[in-house]
C-alpha cells in the first residue's frame, strides 16, 4: 500500500475538460487510476459496519485520493417506514442527500464499498441502484471496493479531507425499477420471473430474518444468493461475471423476460437487481425494496416453505 499525503482541501491532482465518461456497471482498479483527476469524476466511498467495512475513522485513515464519504448505513441512503426496513426515501431526501455530497447531474459517479465481504458489495449495488432509480445513469461500482484498491498496491491517501461544496441535484423517480407490493402480487400471479437473493437457508425457511414476520418465500420464487458469484482474492471480494452468468444460465432464468428481485429489506436485492440487470443483461429487472419485511405484513399473502403446501402468513403466524 503506497500512502499519499493529504492533498490540500482534499482535490484531485488534476482537472481535465468535463466530459461523460459513460463506465460500465462495473469497473476495476486500474480503470479508476487511470480516470482519478478527471473533472465530473466523484468517487463516493460508503463503507460501513456491514462485513466490518469500516466508517468515516477508517475512511480518513485510508482512502482513495479525491474520495469522499457517506455512511451507507447512517445518512439515509435506506428508511424504514410503517415498520418497513429498507424502502427508498423520498426523492427529494435523496436529491438532498446527494446534493450534500456536492454530486451534480453531470457527474460520473464511483461507488466504492468497503469489499470486505458479499453482503458489503450490496451497499455499493444499492446505492448504484439508488443513483438509476433517480435518472442518473452515469454511475459504476468499484469491483473489489477499497479493500481491492489497497490489496491491489494503488495509492492511498490519509487525513480528513475538506467538505465538498453542495450542490443542487435533481432526480426523477424510474418507476420500472422499483416495485411495490401491489405490483409484486400481480407479477407473481402473472407467472413472471421472481428471484430471491437471499441465502438458500431464508428461502427455504430454514432461517427467518427478525425483520419479517414468518420465515419462507414468494410462492413461484427461485433462488439466486447474492453471494454465489462473489469471490475473495487477498483479502476482498470481487464479483466475478462469468461465474455470475454460469449461474444464472444453470437456472434457467430467461433474460429477455420481466423479473423482479427481493431479499428480506432490499439489500441483499439490490445485489441481485444489479447482477441480473447490470451484468446479466437482464435488463427488464425491478427490485421489491420493501421484500420479504413488507410482503410478511399482510396476513392474506402466500408464503412458500421447503416441503410443504403453500400457506398464507396468518396461518403461519397461527
Not at 459496519?49 to 482513495?64: Q, V
Request: glycine share 12%.
Amino acid at each position: 500500500m503506497r500512502l499519499h499525503p493529504i492533498l490540500a482541501a482534499g482535490a484531485l491532482i488534476v482537472a481535465a475538460p468535463a466530459h461523460a465518461l459513460h463506465p460500465a456497471p462495473l469497473v476495476e482498479a486500474d480503470w479508476l487510476e487511470g480516470q482519478l483527476g478527471s473533472d465530473g469524476l466523484v468517487v463516493l466511498d460508503v463503507r460501513s459496519s456491514i462485513d466490518d467495512g469500516g466508517d468515516r475513522d477508517a475512511f480518513e485513515a485510508a482512502r482513495i485520493p479525491g474520495s469522499r464519504y457517506s455512511s451507507y448505513t447512517d445518512d439515509g441512503w435506506r428508511e424504514e417506514r410503517d415498520g418497513v426496513p429498507g424502502l427508498m426515501p423520498n426523492v427529494d431526501d435523496l436529491e438532498a442527500l446527494i446534493g450534500g455530497l456536492g454530486i451534480g447531474k453531470n457527474d460520473t459517479v464511483v461507488v466504492v464499498a468497503g469489499g470486505t465481504g458479499p453482503t458489503d458489495f450490496g451497499s455499493a449495488a444499492r446505492v448504484y441502484w439508488t443513483f438509476k432509480a433517480l435518472g442518473h445513469d452515469e454511475v459504476t461500482i468499484l469491483n473489489g471496493g477499497f479493500a481491492g484498491w489497497a490489496q491491489q498496491g494503488f495509492e492511498v491517501a490519509s487525513g480528513a479531507p475538506a467538505a465538498p461544496e453542495a450542490t443542487d441535484f435533481s432526480g426523477t423517480l424510474q418507476a420500472p425499477l422499483l416495485a411495490s407490493t401491489a405490483e409484486v402480487e400481480a407479477a407473481r400471479q402473472a407467472g413472471q420471473q421472481l428471484v430471491d437473493a437471499r441465502p438458500e437457508g431464508f428461502y427455504t425457511g430454514e432461517t427467518q430474518s427478525p425483520a419479517t414476520r414468518v420465515p419462507g418465500t414468494i410462492p413461484g420464487a427461485i433462488n439466486l444468493p447474492h453471494d454465489g458469484a462473489l469471490v475473495e482474492r487477498d483479502g476482498a471480494y470481487y464479483l466475478e461475471p462469468e461465474r455470475l452468468n454460469a449461474n444464472i444460465d444453470a437456472l434457467g432464468l430467461d433474460r429477455e423476460a420481466a423479473t423482479v428481485a427481493f431479499c428480506n429489506t432490499g439489500h441483499w436485492a439490490a445485489s441481485g437487481w444489479f447482477q441480473l440487470s447490470e451484468i446479466g443483461g437482464l435488463e427488464q429487472t425491478t427490485m421489491y425494496d420493501g421484500s420479504m419485511a413488507a410482503w410478511t405484513r399482510d396476513d392474506a399473502h402466500p408464503i412458500q416453505l421447503a416441503g410443504r403446501d403453500i400457506v398464507t402468513v396468518g396461518e403461519l403466524r397461527d
